[in-house]
């Protein structure tokens, strides 16, 4: 049973596209568990570059089946948007396949997302501002819309008149914003229903008929560990989960089905929006970073906050999503630096922590202790063997690999999908 997750081990923009659409070539499935729109996914494929947000890299190569699982959120205006411009760019859509269960991300979600914003104000949270919280909200507070009803222009028109009302006094009386028009709304969303309903259905069952066949199947995670909505530096997170459990949770299909999971991780430390980060480098250091790894947002263009690798966050993320291996991403980004450092604690007054944090004002107050590292200057993106990686380079990636007690599997060297060293195959190693 080949079932291998990829997952962020940061705070998002791991280079999950990167790493999940090298993978896909050898995948026959390839599954979104988790997130919506906001995440920004980005596969260089022969020099052609596909931005996914959310559908699954899969959709990139013939033989691979792309599904998007029941604990996803669904745009459909984005969604349409986004399979026209593959369609535009040659890539056949037609095999993927959405969940009936998975929800919808309606306008009022985006409204309210921005309004809370707003009345959050110094604590906001930075949010993609695409509806993701307000719909996971709904889903949890029972009031969502799932595709299932979506694609049946009656049921559709049932439970928009159940719960559009309720929104529309939200708006008014909390948010002083007009009304939205429940029959406009019933017939713009019917029109997108009709035209997803090709791809809705039962795709835990497909999922499940793809193990029982031995199919190799690769589930690509959104966002990160440190955005996960348990495990993360709650409030500043997403609303779902993003560990390989949120994989088994998110697709319908039994954790001890999940045989490893790679956790991809910057070879430093970005975040977009806010809340705390230990090793924000708010200097030079971070702004060599940010123009060498182009670290503006793929989905909303924000420029990333940037810093050195925390060993603490990724160390997290291996207790809690149990990483089989990791993906370090943007190796080359380091290049040029003199020396290079890794936090691997924090301190509060006279005590060491090692282990990541609940309270967020520990994290605030935290010092970090690093470890300072040579640089190397050579250019690495044409490097394909581990051999051919600066001795430097490698020593930095060994220290990775000690102090998380994960091996590293996978390293990328530039964006291209092919400026990969690969030292196991995944997916070899999760089954063995
Ligand atoms: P990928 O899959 C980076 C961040 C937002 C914000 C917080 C909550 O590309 O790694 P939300 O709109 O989800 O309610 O915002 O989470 N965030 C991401 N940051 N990459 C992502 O996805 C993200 N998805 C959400 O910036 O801080
Ligand atoms: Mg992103």
């Not at 399979?83 to 535009?88: G, N, V």
């Not at 956790?263 to 430390?269: D, E, F, I, S, T």
């Not at 929006?273 to 970073?289: K, R, S, W």
């Not at 182009?294 to 993320?317: F, H, K, M, N, S």
């Amino acid at each position: 049973m080949a079932v291998l997750a990829v997952t962020g081990s940061q705070w998002g923009d791991e280079g999950k596209g990167k790493i999940a659409g090298y993978l896909a070539a050898r995948a026959d499935v390839v599954a979104r568990f988790g997130g919506g729109a906001n995440a920004g996914h980005t596969v260089v494929l022969e020099g052609r570059e596909f931005r996914l947000h959310q559908v699954p890299s899969g959709v990139l190569f013939p033989g691979c089946l792309p599904l998007v699982g029941n604990g996803a959120v669904v745009d459909p205006p984005r969604l349409l948007e986004e399979l026209d411009a593959l369609r535009a760019q040659g890539v056949d859509v037609d095999r993927l396949r959405l969940s009936e269960r998975a929800h919808v991300v309606m306008p009022y979600h985006h409204l309210l997302d921005r309004l809370e914003e707003q009345v959050r104000g110094r604590a906001s949270i930075g949010t993609t501002g695409l509806g993701i919280g307000p719909a996971y909200t709904d889903k949890a507070a029972r009031e969502g819309i799932r595709l299932a009803e979506l694609v049946d222009p009656d049921a559709l028109a049932r439970r928009l008149a159940e719960v559009l009302p309720r929104k529309n006094r939200l708006l008014q009386a909390l948010y002083d914003h007009e009304p939205l028009q429940l029959d406009a709304l019933v017939e713009q969303y019917a029109d997108y229903g009709r035209r997803l309903r090709p791809y809705v259905g039962d795709v835990a069952a497909v999922l499940r008929q793809s193990v029982a066949d031995d199919r190799r199947i690769l589930l690509e995670g959104a966002q990160g560990t440190l955005l996960d909505l348990d495990f993360g530096t709650y409030p500043f997170v997403t609303s779902s989960a993003t560990t390989a459990a949120g994989a088994a949770w998110g697709l319908g299909i039994p954790p001890w089905w999940v045989r490893g999971s790679i956790g991809v991780m910057k070879a430093y430390a970005t975040r977009v929006g806010h809340g705390p980060f230990p090793t924000e480098q708010p200097n030079e250091i971070g702004q060599y970073l940010r123009e060498r790894g182009r670290e503006y947002g793929t989905t909303t263009g924000r420029p990333r906050r940037c810093g050195w690798l925390d060993l603490v966050i990724v160390r997290w993320a291996v207790e809690v999503g149990g990483l089989t291996g990791l993906a370090v991403t943007l190796l080359d980004v380091l290049t040029g630096l003199d020396e290079v450092r890794i936090g691997v604690a924090y301190r509060v007054g006279t005590q060491r922590i090692e282990r990541f944090p609940a309270r967020l004002d520990v994290l605030e107050r935290s010092e970090v202790e690093y470890e300072t590292l040579p640089g190397w200057r050579e250019e690495v993106g044409q490097c394909r063997r581990y051999e051919e990686l600066p001795a430097n380079a490698r020593r930095y990636l060994e220290r990775i690999e000690t102090l998380t007690g994960v091996p590293v599997h996978l390293v990328s060297v530039g964006r291209e999908s092919a400026q990969t060293v690969e030292r196991a195959d995944p997916f070899v190693a999760a089954v063995r």
